[in-house]
């Protein structure tokens, strides 16, 4: 089973890349949180965490995935 490791930041909205580890303590990708519009980062400040998009990139910095959640009053899309 393989073992993988990242340190997330200290602020929660930051839009900044976040390495991801393997067992040899090499990157092996990264992840990245990110927002459609200021609107949705200001709503996502006032409702903690209403809109949850991530990026997800290799090792070499190549996209391979984008992940999104969104949270309404009533149900998690």
């Not at 200290?10 to 040899?24: A, E, P, T």
């Not at 809109?51 to 990139?57: L, S």
């Not at 290799?58 to 949270?71: F, P, S, T, Y």
Request: net charge positive.
């Amino acid at each position: 089973m393989s073992t993988y490791r990242f340190t997330n930041t200290i602020l929660k909205k930051s839009r900044g890349k976040i390495n991801i580890y393997d067992s040899n303590e090499e990157v092996i990708g990264s992840t990245q949180r990110f927002f459609h519009n200021k609107l949705e980062y200001m709503v996502d400040n006032i409702f903690d965490e209403m809109f949850v998009h991530i990026k997800v990139f290799d090792h070499q910095g190549v996209l391979k995935a984008i992940a999104k959640e969104e949270n309404s009053f009533f149900r998690t899309k």
